[in-house]
């Protein structure tokens, strides 16, 4: 009963802790204690509705920034910006002596950088990145609530503000690794490709020549792990609808929970296999573009696990580029390279208006002849049989898997 609860409404906790915890501690010698309890569900609805707002905004921002701009070092700028209304709202609730601006300043370091943590895990597989941004943002609260009550945990707050400079600095370097790089090495695409189309291809074959690549090794991901806890703890229900996964929402489901960054409807993995073979072939890349097929080291450690063994089969002082768009799915396999450490990234600001998810909703001339077919071919319910001999049974019939 207990654990049902929590899966959905443990954002609202987040959110409703967020103001309400500096409000209980400080309004008492404001107002009074009995005045305090009387407001105290309007500042809890208060809370419910603005701050799961608020982080919807950070993250809808953060994302423009990234799609227009490739880069990560904005959108990190931009997030500690965010982080100043919470700090300025605390102290003002604490009704403290005016604090001077260096003391402000490291709070509001301190919140970016625990929400700086927050999204670095959400990168890691560990949540996602709306729940994580609450909770970070419901840690800051805490935080600043007991500094301004007990001053020696400034100390901490410190910490959280050096880590902040810390990502800062990573990114940065990220962004000049992106500008500045060897004209040779290896290179890695990872994404869903659900399914590949035009700018996958072109994105391989622009940085195969810009730069000097020897090889490239690609890997679509298999269930995203997001989906797949989600599935375990009854989140998420799913259909099969001709070789896709169609997932909805359950009753548990936490209604502050970004789902489906990427969307709802993912082609199975082995298909997703199969589609970029043929793309590669299409594109006459093969002598370049090698598939890799690793769906238990993924599962297990995720691209980072897949990035440590490419980098084992890389001669001594190779250089590795990682290639990523600039969207949702992109930016988040380029947090992946820098945290990975030491791979020259290779941006491409997405300005076309080619996506997966318009093929999957029925687009055609998005991609390359021989996936054209057999989306032709699923569409009117048939079977395709792919250059590697790999049959698609096509079932017009949905089936709910358990």
């Given at each position: 009963?207990?654990?049902?609860?929590?899966?959905?409404?443990?954002?609202?906790?987040?959110?409703?802790?967020?103001?309400?915890?500096?409000?209980?501690?400080?309004a008492p010698k404001l107002i009074g204690v009995a005045f305090t309890?009387?407001?105290?569900?309007?500042?809890?609805?208060?809370?419910?509705?603005?701050?799961?707002?608020?982080?919807?905004?950070?993250?809808?921002?953060?994302?423009?920034?990234?799609?227009?701009?490739?880069?990560?070092?904005?959108?990190?700028?931009?997030?500690?910006?965010?982080?100043?209304?919470?700090?300025?709202?605390?102290?003002?609730?604490?009704?403290?002596?005016?604090?001077?601006?260096?003391?402000?300043?490291?709070?509001?370091?301190?919140?970016?950088?625990?929400?700086?943590?927050?999204?670095?895990?959400?990168?890691?597989?560990?949540?996602?990145?709306?729940?994580?941004?609450?909770?970070?943002?419901?840690?800051?609260?805490?935080?600043?609530?007991?500094?301004?009550?007990?001053?020696?945990?400034?100390?901490?707050?410190?910490?959280?503000?050096?880590?902040?400079?810390?990502?800062?600095?990573?990114?940065?370097?990220?962004?000049?690794?992106?500008?500045?790089?060897?004209?040779?090495?290896?290179?890695?695409?990872?994404?869903?490709?659900?399914?590949?189309?035009?700018?996958?291809?072109?994105?391989?074959?622009?940085?195969?020549?810009?730069?000097?690549?020897?090889?490239?090794?690609?890997?679509?991901?298999?269930?995203?792990?997001?989906?797949?806890?989600?599935?375990?703890?009854?989140?998420?229900?799913?259909?099969?609808?001709?070789?896709?996964?169609?997932?909805?929402?359950?009753?548990?489901?936490?209604?502050?929970?970004?789902?489906?960054?990427?969307?709802?409807?993912?082609?199975?993995?082995?298909?997703?296999?199969?589609?970029?073979?043929?793309?590669?072939?299409?594109?006459?890349?093969?002598?370049?573009?090698?598939?890799?097929?690793?769906?238990?080291?993924?599962?297990?450690?995720?691209?980072?696990?897949?990035?440590?063994?490419?980098?084992?089969?890389?001669?001594?002082?190779?250089?590795?580029?990682?290639?990523?768009?600039?969207?949702?799915?992109?930016?988040?396999?380029?947090?992946?390279?820098?945290?990975?450490?030491?791979?020259?990234?290779?941006?491409?600001?997405?300005?076309?208006?080619?996506?997966?998810?318009?093929?999957?909703?029925?687009?055609?001339?998005?991609?390359?002849?021989?996936?054209?077919?057999?989306?032709?071919?699923?569409?009117?319910?048939?079977?395709?049989?792919?250059?590697?001999?790999?049959?698609?049974?096509?079932?017009?019939?949905?089936?709910?898997?358990?």
């Amino acid at each position: 009963m207990f654990k049902t609860f929590w899966i959905k409404h443990r954002s609202r906790l987040y959110a409703g802790l967020t103001l309400s915890t500096p409000y209980l501690f400080f309004a008492p010698k404001l107002i009074g204690v009995a005045f305090t309890l009387l407001a105290y569900p309007l500042v809890m609805f208060i809370s419910l509705q603005i701050i799961p707002r608020y982080i919807k905004g950070i993250l809808d921002v953060e994302d423009v920034v990234n799609l227009k701009l490739g880069f990560l070092t904005p959108a990190r700028v931009l997030r500690l910006i965010w982080h100043i209304p919470l700090v300025l709202l605390i102290q003002a609730i604490a009704t403290s002596s005016a604090a001077n601006g260096v003391f402000i300043l490291i709070l509001i370091m301190a919140s970016s950088g625990l929400h700086s943590l927050a999204t670095a895990a959400a990168y890691r597989g560990w949540g996602d990145r709306a729940g994580n941004s609450l909770l970070a943002f419901c840690s800051a609260s805490i935080l600043i609530t007991l500094i301004l009550i007990k001053p020696v945990a400034l100390l901490l707050a410190i910490g959280l503000a050096v880590q902040w400079i810390f990502t800062l600095v990573e990114s940065i370097c990220s962004d000049f690794r992106s500008m500045f790089y060897p004209k040779h090495g290896v290179g890695v695409f990872f994404g869903s490709f659900n399914p590949v189309h035009k700018t996958h291809v072109k994105i391989l074959q622009q940085a195969i020549q810009q730069r000097g690549l020897r090889k490239v090794y690609i890997h679509p991901t298999t269930v995203p792990k997001l989906h797949r806890v989600a599935l375990e703890k009854g989140e998420l229900s799913m259909v099969e609808e001709a070789g896709m996964r169609v997932y909805s929402t359950t009753k548990l489901a936490d209604p502050h929970k970004h789902y489906f960054p990427t969307g709802r409807k993912f082609y199975e993995y082995e298909l997703r296999q199969q589609l970029l073979q043929a793309a590669i072939f299409d594109a006459g890349l093969q002598d370049k573009v090698e598939v890799l097929n690793l769906p238990h080291i993924y599962d297990h450690g995720g691209f980072f696990a897949l990035l440590d063994i490419v980098k084992e089969a890389l001669a001594p002082g190779e250089p590795l580029h990682g290639m990523h768009g600039s969207d949702v799915g992109g930016i988040w396999v380029r947090n992946i390279f820098e945290l990975s450490g030491d791979i020259y990234p290779y941006p491409v600001v997405r300005s076309d208006c080619i996506s997966a998810t318009a093929i999957r909703e029925g687009a055609v001339g998005y991609t390359t002849p021989t996936i054209e077919a057999f989306l032709e071919a699923t569409r009117a319910g048939k079977d395709f049989v792919f250059p590697t001999g790999y049959r698609f049974k096509n079932s017009t019939m949905d089936r709910r898997l358990e």
